[in-house]
């Protein structure tokens, strides 16, 4: 279903991608795992098609369609969303409003609808659901909101930036579930991750490398790779911290 | 009376009601026996009713009306009172006087709604004392509703004490329809234990101006106050904002918080003052003026909303 043909683009002059290749499958839980600075974000962004992050080549095939060219909101109504690393504050607008954008289909009970997305996030919605998005919330009271809003746009592929940091240990399991709750309703799954749990959980991973895909495959062994010999490359920043 | 000025009488009420609907008022509490209101078109009051503790006296004049109103000693009103202020016709002059005194240990919500649905050209000037007695509290929301034109040039000016232990909260709103030109104007003192907030939403398109001045004295010690406005600007909209905080007791503690929008070629200025003369005061503020966040509007996008409708959210969002 989505498909990535050799995606180059640079940032200030800057080469942060540098020849993408991916493909993910229908249904398909799929995890892009690298080191700090590897270009994963920057990945996600230039999926979901954000200001800034046109690639100078490359194609990005969405069911066969080339989505290169299109707007986000274009790519928004195929079925993509991005829950990004940092969720943006909305000051004023209600946890209500903000999950309400999200539902695409105007004759569902709304309410019923934030509500059951809420509870998957694991939020109460009579707490949380007239509190402000921008306000007081916790960073991962916040993300998952973020994760709420996903599930209410019932997707068709999901990029996840690291929708596992700022949450503790203990919920961690309740992320793959949610992963898996939106393989359940029929979406792809991109999710950015530097947690093995997560990455282990899903169908397929790769592993990212100085702005392109190094490896594609089994996420046990992909994770393993990424421990045995990307790890003792000295080429890594995070290497010298992981090492010690 | 006769039949004819009844008929004529009626005729204001009915345009004046449709008029405070338009500006989001609740016409129900207009006609209520428990509820305090005082209805002006024009300088003509066309209704008035007061409740238990509440004094309302009105004096027409020429191009306007006088008001007094008063909230007797220790009464806690339950109901808000209501106030609305419109000129139906397209063009006009409205002058209104208002001294309003809180007795002390009295509490009273008052929402007022002034409204110029039609307006071409219509001057509408407030000039407000307000006394808050020691421990007593007024809550005033004023909304207004300028309609679609423009042409409106309304100036709000202010005074208001706050005396020991009393509390203000004010909240402005003129985010439906046009601004047209407006230059608001408001000026509190407050003394020992008093609280102090002041609310400013202004949402302002085409060629509308704004000019919103805030100024809070913090004279008495442990005194409170914040001053947060939001404005949004379109098109060639402009706005010039002053907030100034002066802490001259001890303990007094104050913030501005200004936060504006600008899109298109809107122009918009603010100006933070912050004054302190006793070492143990202490004044902050913030003052952030910019594009709508870039990430915010791009997260709405990827939820399926086109860029316009996701600035839209995101600038009511703020103003709401
Ligand atoms: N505007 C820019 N100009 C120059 N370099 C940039 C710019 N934006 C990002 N980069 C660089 O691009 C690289 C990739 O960044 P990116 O955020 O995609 O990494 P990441 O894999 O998501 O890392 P992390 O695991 O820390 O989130 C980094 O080295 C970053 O410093
Ligand atoms: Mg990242």
Redo the contacts between chains.
Sequence with gaps: MLCLKNLILSRDGKKILTGVNLEVGDGEIHSIIGSNGAGKSTLAYTL?G??GYEPEEGKIFFNGEDLTSL???E???RG???A?QE???????TVR?YLA??V?DPDKNLEKEIWGALEQVDLKPEKYIDREV?EALSGGERKRIELA?ILT?KPKLAILDEPDSGIDVVSLKEIVTLIQALKENGASVLVITHRKEIAEASDRASLMCEGAVLRSGNPKEISQFFINRCIPCDNRLYSLEDRS | MTVKTLKVLSEDLKNIDSAYAAAGGNTAALHDHEVSSLVISGSKVLSANQTEGVVLEKEEQENGVNIKLTIKKGYKIPNPVHLCFGVVPEDGLQQINMDFVAEEASSVELIAHCTFPNAVKVIHKMEAKMHIGKNASLIYNETHFHGSYGGVQVSPKSFIKVEEGGRYLSNFTLVEGRVGCLDFDYDVAAEKDALCEMITKVYGKAEDRIKIKERISLNGENSRSVIKSRIALTEKASSEFIGITEGHAPQARGHVDCMEVIQDEAKAEAVPIVRVDNPLAKVTHEAAIGCVDKKEVETLMARGLEEDEAVDVIVKGMLA
């Design positions: 979901m954000l200001q707007s986000i909101t790519r928004a109504k993509i969303t991005l990004w969720p943006a504050r909305f000051e004023g607008l409003d954008i999200g695409q921008g809003s746009m």
